[in-house]
């Protein structure tokens, strides 16, 4: 194995020199971080500077343009079934069907990921515990959400990717979420989100996306090249 | 349960809970079949000599009707986005969508097509090699469906696109489906064609996993 990260603790979740293209535009380009155990990264910026791209980029849905995203120095593209297994991500949809309950969902959600510990606690985590019997069609934005947020504490995983958690949340719900991450993170899980609203998470590390956006002319040479 | 399991049964919930898919297909099966002694006149003669050829090109496009829903329907809700970020690999999903596909589509097929065949007074000769047919050939169809269902995700008009894509690749199945009936009828056997039939089951089993799943890893990007 090449050596590909300088001295990573195990269980660091890094990113290098990473560059996001969508399409032929470039988005953000040399961006570096370093998450972890216990950790958190609170990405913030003006819309389109690339927040959910770069979550996509940590999930491994879309490949980097540049740059490498590496555990515990171990580049993730190695071994993407194992990076899978660890992750969850909570995108902008909430991946739910309107002919299943709330509580078929979630556990189906669970069991692809190998949990078999009843959905339960789950649900009740996030103030669903009466909507379980209820088909999906019938939940408000808000409960949908807290459902798709509920995935987070039925199956466990070392790395939340969360996509601006907070849409639609009430503030009895965004504190449940922000209880659910500081329980995470004490276990020593780590977390990415994005978000535009203030959120209090503790020594939380903030990554302006903005800083990353690459020169018009830059982009321009790039395009070029 | 694994994970396998727990999808195909997902999806066979979900079929069941709405219903309309399957009963659509063999609503259209039928119906499209009950045109023919309409259009071409009820003569027993000129039906038999066309039967297997009217039940294999009915049962081709009632399988394509629901193709489109195979991915389309996770794909616009995030839920594809969701299982591709699984554990599972996304070939094995694949595989697993497909096979509920089949339970849900074809074995209805199977199970009416020879009702359907009575109809239109098919030599009784007729019957194994189109049911050994339908039974190896309709796994097929949700196959190959799969490839051109993950590629059409996200086009507009996808269904159409779907329909120009699937078809050609359903002539095989066609030819060897209905030559395995008539091979029967006319005293040669079926084997032949049905063994052919079970290589492109095979065949399609080992590619399309790996197609269809780099085709949605596309979509998903």
Known sequence: MPPTQTLPNPGDFTGSGLACRRGEKLIFRGLDFVLAAGGALVLIGPNGSGKSSLLRLMAGLTPCDAGMLAWSGTDIREDMGAHRARLHFIGHSDALKPVLSAGESLAFWARMRGATATTEPALARFGLANAAMLPCRYLSAGQRRRLALARLAAAPAALWLLDEPLTSLDTEAAAQLLAAIAEHRAQGGRVVLSTHAPIELGDATRLSLADFRPSPAEAAARLLA | ?221
Do not use: N
Not at chain 2, 34 to 45: A, H, K, N, Q
Not at chain 2, 64 to 74: C, P, V, W
């Open chain 2, 1 to 221: 349960m694994s994970a396998f399991l727990t999808l195909v049964a997902r999806d066979l919930r979900l079929a069941f809970r709405q219903g309309g898919d399957a009963a659509m297909v063999i609503a259209f099966f039928v119906l499209t079949v009950v045109l023919f002694p309409f259009g071409v006149g009820p003569e027993p003669e000129l039906l038999q000599r066309i039967a297997a050829g009217i039940v294999w090109v009915t049962a081709l496009l009632a399988a394509l009707l629901s193709l489109e829903r195979l991915f389309q329907a996770d794909y616009e809700d995030g839920s594809l986005e969701a299982l591709a970020l699984l554990p599972l690999p996304l070939e094995a999903q694949v595989l697993a969508k497909c096979l509920a596909h089949w339970l849900t589509t074809g074995l209805p097929l199977i199970i009416v097509a020879p009702l359907l065949a009575l109809l239109l007074h098919l030599d009784p000769a007729g019957y194994p090699p189109l049911i050994a047919g339908m039974a190896l050939g309709t796994p097929i169809l949700s196959l190959i469906g799969a490839i051109g269902a993950a590629l059409s995700l996200g086009a507009r008009r996808g269904g159409v696109l779907l329909s120009l894509l699937v078809l050609p690749l359903y002539i095989p199945v066609l030819i060897f489906g209905v030559a395995a009936i008539e091979a029967e009828i006319q005293g040669f056997g079926a084997r032949p064609d049905l063994l052919l039939l079970a290589a492109l089951l095979v065949l399609a089993l080992g590619l399309v996993p790996f197609a269809a799943a780099a085709a949605l890893r596309l979509a998903l990007e």
